[in-house]
């Protein structure tokens, strides 16, 4: 079966440190893969997404991710955590043997930052 | 573009209550997701749509639960009898089809006493 793992569900830095959100994915065909981020009390945003094409994918509010086929890996950094970055970070992967389109999402990471 | 709508934001009932949670999708999303959030077992995929037929009931965890989409811009998910280990945040998220993004609603958080 396809799976997500986020390694460490909590996550601490200090504001200005650089933020590394671990992702691992078991895939036999390279997946679709996605950094989604949510606020308290709101829905999950996209951040940023890897489809095709350039292994490192910038996403907004300075994220960015490299997926590495080698390590099955799909890690989340910004070189500098802000204050307004506190939020539980998912990953999530659509299968590249799925035609339906179904999101498989880790188990989140909480970021705290702090001042 | 007003996002993926929810209604309510927030249900408190009692157990053994009828609940009805409402979504309705982007504008031209033809794929229609219902998740449930729980601080045990995190994002769970409980049932989804495409051009309003249901593909995978798979995560639906009893009969208890069903979902219908009625039309393009409508959707419900429904409980009935509902039970305190219910209680969740419910998300519906809509997309234009299979590999495109997500987008998901803001949530609606279900409390069954």
């Known amino acids: 079966a396809q799976s997500v793992t986020q390694l460490g569900s909590h996550v601490s830095v200090s504001e200005g440190a650089l933020v590394l959100l671990r992702c691992n994915y078991s895939?036999?065909?390279?997946?679709?893969l996605f950094w989604y981020v949510q606020y308290p009390n709101q829905g999950l945003q996209l951040l940023l997404k890897?489809?095709?094409?350039?292994?490192l994918v910038k996403g907004i509010n300075g994220f960015e991710a490299e997926f590495k086929k080698s390590e099955t890996s799909f890690h989340l950094t910004k070189p500098s955590a802000h204050m307004s970055d506190a939020a539980e970070y998912f990953c999530?992967?659509?299968?590249?043997?799925?035609?339906?389109?179904?999101?498989?999402f880790g188990q989140g990471t909480t970021l705290q930052v702090k001042p | 573009d007003a996002g993926v709508i929810q209604s309510p934001r927030h249900e408190v009932t009692e157990m053994g209550q009828e609940v009805t949670l409402r979504c309705k999708p982007i504008?031209?999303?033809?794929?229609l997701f219902w998740y449930r959030q729980t601080m045990m077992r995190g994002l769970e995929l409980l049932i989804y749509f495409n051009n309003n037929v249901p593909i995978d009931d798979s995560g639906m965890p009893e009969d208890r639960f069903s979902a219908k989409m009625p039309n393009a811009s409508f959707s419900t998910l429904k409980i009935q009898p509902s039970e305190p280990r219910d209680s969740a945040v419910y998300f519906c998220a809509s997309n234009r089809g299979p590999n495109s993004p997500l987008h998901f609603g803001n949530g609606t958080r279900l409390t069954v006493t």
């Open positions: 895939s036999s065909v390279p997946p679709y």
């Open positions: 890897y489809t095709t094409g350039a292994t």
């Open positions: 999530a992967v659509i299968p590249g043997s799925s035609n339906t389109g179904k999101l498989i």
């Open positions: 504008s031209g999303h033809n794929s």
